[in-house]
C-alpha cells in the first residue's frame, strides 16, 4: 500500500460517525463504521495508543460488519476520572465496555477485538459473569488475562525446573516497562516531555512502519493517564488471580512471533482457560493492527463468519495451520513434483494456494486436489514463467483477483546435462530463461507488490545443491542454479527492512519427474532416452519423496531461513563447500557413469 493510500485510510477513519457514551463520570469517545444490519464488532486499543491505531483494520471490517472503536477512558477523546487513582480498575473499564455495546448494540452481543491493553480487558470482559450474552467472540493479540497470567506465575514459582524458572527469567525481562510504570510520577513527566516527542519515531523504527503512520496528537497525556492502568490493576490481580476466570465465548488468540513484551510460553496453557480455543501466529512484531492489518481483517472476518454460523471456527490440520491459515501462496512450477506437494503442504495448513504452470491441465489438478485437502480457496494460472510480459499479466491478474501474495515459492526449473562445449547457446538461453529469469520475473513483480503493501510476506526460491557443488556434466544448470542462490541472498538482504524474508531451497536428489523432461547436450535422441531413463531409475533407487522438500519450504518461511540444504547430499555438500573445498573440486573432475 502506498503512504497516500495509508493516509487515505487514516482520514476514512476520521470520517467515521461520532458519537459520546457516558459511563461512570466519564464520557467515551466512539466511533462507527459500517451498516448498522451486519453484526457488530468492537475494536479496544492497547497502550499507549488511541483507537486510530484500529484505522487499517477498521475500514478492511467495515465492508462486511458494523464495525465500533472506542478510546478507553482517559486516552483520546475520551475523558478521564477524577481523581486518576483508581479510576482504571478492570471493573470500571467493565463498565465502560457494557455502557458502549448497549449504545451501539442493545439488541445482539457484540464481537470482541482486543491488542495490548484492550486485549488484557477483553479477557476481563469474556471471563466475568455480568458480560455474559453481550459478547459473541473474543480476538486477542498481545495482551494476556492477568488472571491466567497470575496463575502462570504461580505454578512456576511453586514448582520450579530449570525450564520454568528459564521462562519466568525470560518474561521478567520483557517486563521492565511494567516496573517502571509503577513508579510515581517519572513516566507522566517522560511522557509529557522527551519521550511523548520521540514516540512516533521510535514506533516507526522500532515496528519497521512505513512514513505517514498515525499517532494521536493526544499521545502525551495518554500514556501519562494510561500508566494507571498497570497502577491499579497488574500488582493486585497478579497477586490474587481469580480461580473462575474462564472463558464464556469462542476465543482466537493471535499470537506475533516477534513480540518483544510478549513471551509465547505465556499460552502454553490457555487451552485450560479457554475450552473454544483457536490459535493463530503471524510473523511480525507488538503492534500487528498497524503493520499486518490485512491478515487480521480476514482473521477476524473468518473467525466471526464461523462464530454467527453457530459452527467452530475453521482450523486446517497441517503443521502450520496457525501459522499460514488465510494467506494467500503463489507456487510457480504447480503441476508436478516439488511445486505440487508444496501447494498440498501449503493447502492442508489452510492457505489460499494460486497454482501455476505452462501445463494447463496438471495446475488445474493441483488447484482442485489443494481445495480437497484443506485450501479455502484455491486457482489454477498457465503462464510460462519466462515469459516476462506474461508474467506481468499475471502478477495484475493475481493482485486484483485474489489480493497481493503473502508467499512466493519460484519453483519452476527444467534440467540440463551435458559437457559445456557440448552446450549449445540455445541450450543456455532455455535453461537461463526457466530457471533464473523464472525467478527473476516473479521476484521483481510479486516481490514488488509486497513491499508496497508494506506487511511482509516472503520469498523461496528453489535453487539445488548443484548450485555450491561443482560438476563437469551440469555447467549450465548448476550457474542458473548459483545465480539463484546468489539473486536470494541479495535479495534478502534488500528486503529485511520491508520485513520480507526470502529462503533458497537446495533439495539434492528428490524424486520428481524432472528427470523425464531433463535435457541432455550433445547426443542424439536415442541416447538421450536412454540417460534419461538411467537417471529417472536413480531417483527412484533414491526415493526421497517431494513432500519433505515441501515441508522444508513451509519450516523455511515459518523460521525465515536463508539457505535451506534438504537431503543429506545436499547438507553434506553444503559443508564441503565451506569447508573442503578442494575436495570438491577434485570430485568435480571424475567422469560419471553413464
Keep these: 500500500m502506498s503512504e497516500g493510500e495509508q493516509m487515505r485510510r ?119 459473569g455480568r458480560t455474559e450474552g453481550r459478547i459473541a467472540s473474543f480476538t486477542s493479540m498481545s495482551g494476556p488475562s492477568l488472571d491466567h497470567l497470575g496463575h502462570w506465575i504461580k505454578r512456576r514459582v511453586k514448582r520450579p525446573t530449570p525450564r520454568r524458572i528459564g521462562q519466568l527469567l525470560g518474561q521478567g525481562a520483557r517486563s521492565w516497562y511494567v516496573y517502571l510504570l509503577h513508579t510515581p510520577v517519572l513516566p507522566e513527566l517522560a511522557w509529557r516531555g522527551p519521550l511523548g516527542k520521540q514516540w512516533p519515531g521510535l514506533l516507526q523504527r522500532g515496528e519497521k512502519l512505513p512514513p505517514g503512520h498515525y499517532t494521536a496528537p493526544s499521545l502525551p497525556t495518554d500514556a501519562a493517564h494510561g500508566a494507571w492502568l498497570y497502577r491499579d490493576n497488574v500488582r493486585a490481580r497478579l497477586t490474587r488471580p481469580r480461580d473462575d476466570a474462564y472463558a464464556h465465548v469462542p476465543v482466537q488468540l493471535i499470537t506475533p512471533l516477534g513480540d518483544a513484551f510478549l ?39 473468518e473467525f466471526v463468519t464461523a462464530t454467527e454460523g453457530g459452527r467452530p471456527a475453521p482450523m486446517a490440520t497441517g503443521k502450520y495451520a496457525d501459522r499460514f491459515g488465510g494467506q494467500l501462496v503463489l507456487v510457480t512450477g504447480a503441476a508436478g513434483g516439488i511445486g505440487r506437494a508444496t501447494a498440498f503442504a501449503f493447502a492442508e495448513s489452510g ?59 519460484n519453483n519452476a526449473g527444467i534440467g540440463l546435462s551435458g559437457s559445456f562445449l557440448d552446450t549449445t547457446a540455445e541450450d543456455w538461453r532455455k535453461v537461463l530463461d526457466v530457471n533464473l529469469w523464472g525467478v527473476i520475473h516473479g521476484c521483481r513483480l510479486f516481490g514488488k507488490q509486497m513491499a508496497e503493501r508494506g506487511q511482509g510476506g516472503h520469498i523461496v526460491n528453489t535453487a539445488s545443491a548443484a548450485a555450491y557443488l561443482p560438476s563437469r556434466t551440469l555447467p549450465a544448470y548448476s550457474t542458473s542454479k548459483a545465480a539463484v542462490l546468489m539473486l536470494s541472498e541479495c535479495l534478502r538482504a534488500e528486503l529485511a527492512g520491508k520485513g520480507i524474508g526470502v529462503s533458497a531451497i537446495c533439495p539434492g536428489i528428490v524424486n520428481t519427474n524432472i528427470t523425464s523432461t531433463a535435457r541432455f547436450a550433445g547426443v542424439d535422441a536415442e541416447e538421450e532416452k536412454r540417460r534419461r531413463q538411467k537417471t529417472a531409475r536413480l531417483y527412484r533407487l533414491r526415493n526421497y519423496p517431494p513432500e519433505k522438500v515441501a515441508d522444508a519450504v ?41
Design 10 to 128: 487514516v482520514v476514512a477513519l476520521e470520517g467515521a460517525r461520532e458519537r459520546r457514551v457516558r459511563a461512570d463520570g466519564v464520557e467515551l469517545s466512539v466511533a462507527e463504521l459500517g451498516d448498522p444490519g451486519p453484526p457488530t464488532v468492537v475494536l479496544l486499543h492497547g497502550y499507549p495508543d488511541s483507537k486510530e491505531v484500529w484505522s487499517e483494520v477498521a475500514v478492511r471490517l467495515a465492508e462486511h460488519y458494523h464495525v465500533v472503536l472506542y478510546d478507553v477512558r482517559g486516552h483520546g477523546g475520551s475523558t478521564a476520572p477524577r481523581p486518576l487513582r483508581g479510576g482504571f480498575t478492570l471493573e470500571k473499564l467493565t463498565d465502560d465496555f457494557l455502557a458502549v455495546v448497549d449504545a451501539v448494540s442493545p439488541d445482539r452481543p457484540v464481537h470482541l477485538v482486543g491488542h495490548d491493553w484492550g486485549s488484557v480487558q477483553g479477557w476481563e470482559f469474556v471471563t466475568v
Design 263 to 301: 513471551s509465547e510460553r505465556l499460552n502454553d496453557e490457555l487451552a485450560l482457560w479457554a475450552p473454544q480455543l483457536t490459535r493463530r501466529t503471524v510473523s511480525a512484531r507488538h503492534w500487528v493492527p498497524l503493520t499486518r492489518p490485512d491478515q487480521l481483517a480476514a482473521w477476524i472476518t
Design 351 to 409: 492457505a489460499r494456494v494460486v497454482a501455476i504452470d505452462r501445463d494447463t491441465e496438471g495446475a488445474a489438478r493441483t488447484a482442485e486436489l489443494a481445495r480437497l485437502i484443506g485450501a479455502p480457496e484455491a486457482w489454477a494460472e498457465t503462464v510460462d514463467v519466462s515469459d516476462e510480459q506474461a508474467m506481468e499479466k499475471l502478477a495484475a491478474k493475481v493482485a486484483t483477483e485474489y489480493g497481493v501474495v503473502d508467499v512466493l515459492v
Design 554 to 594: 513451509l519450516r523455511a518461511v515459518v523460521r525465515n531461513q536463508a539457505v535451506v540444504p534438504v537431503t543429506p547430499e545436499a547438507r553434506g555438500g553444503r559443508l564441503m563447500s565451506r569447508f573442503t573445498p578442494r575436495a570438491l573440486r577434485a570430485l568435480a573432475r571424475l567422469e560419471p557413469p553413464l
